[in-house]
Structure formats: C-alpha cells, structure tokens
Nanobody, 116 residues
C-alpha cells in the first residue's frame, strides 16, 4: 500500500526559514514527479512547486521563486521544500502529491504558520 506523508510543519516568524519533507513508502515503482501544494484557511488548494524525476527539473509558483527550493533524495524516497524568507501569506497546510507508477497519491498535509 502506497503511503505519502508530509512532516516538518511548524510555527515560524516572518523572515525565517523552514524545511518540510514528503516521504513515499510501500512501493518500488518509480516516482515520476512530486508536487507541493498549499491551502490557506478559507482558500482553495494551490500548486506551489514541482520536481521531475529523474532529471530533477523544477518549477515554481511565481510568488515563491527565489525563496523556496524543492529537492529530492531518491535514496530516501523523500522530497523536500526549503522555504526561506517566509511571510504571513505563506501560512497554509502544505500537501505533497506524488505521481508513482502513473497514479497520484496525496499526503494529509503539514501545517506551516508564519507569525508577524
């Protein structure tokens, strides 16, 4: 059974940094890509960043370019989202979506709160 889980969410002050993780387990199939999405209170879920496997190409939402970095450690089946210079608008539940063997799997999310 494939499982995708996020971790690392926390309360952080504006201007600070945080790294969140997305780990996949329960499969030997290749991960084609991993997306990070976020959902702020009262808002819809929005795409934030993508990393493609195996070439490592990345894409970002314009508002996080230069502040967020998505990366992957394939030996650990884990994708990271390094978030720097956080602001209050980054407050959200962050979800990862992994495309594994042609099927999309979602995690349950990790909460990031940025205080002013």
């Amino acid at each position: 059974q494939v499982q995708v889980s996020e971790s690392g969410g926390d309360l952080v002050q504006a201007g600070g940094s945080l790294r969140i993780s997305c780990a996949a387990s329960g499969t030997s199939a290749s991960t084609n890509l991993v997306d990070w999405y976020r959902q702020a209170p009262g808002n819809q879920r929005h795409w934030v960043a993508t990393i493609f496997n195996p070439d490592g190409r990345t894409r970002y939402l314009d508002s996080v370019k230069g502040r967020f970095t998505i990366s992957a450690d394939n030996t650990k089946n884990t994708v990271y989202l390094q978030m720097n210079n956080l602001n209050t608008e980054d407050t959200a539940v962050y979800y990862c979506r992994a495309l594994i063997g042609g099927t999309a799997y979602w995690g349950k999310g990790t909460l990031v709160i940025v205080s002013s």
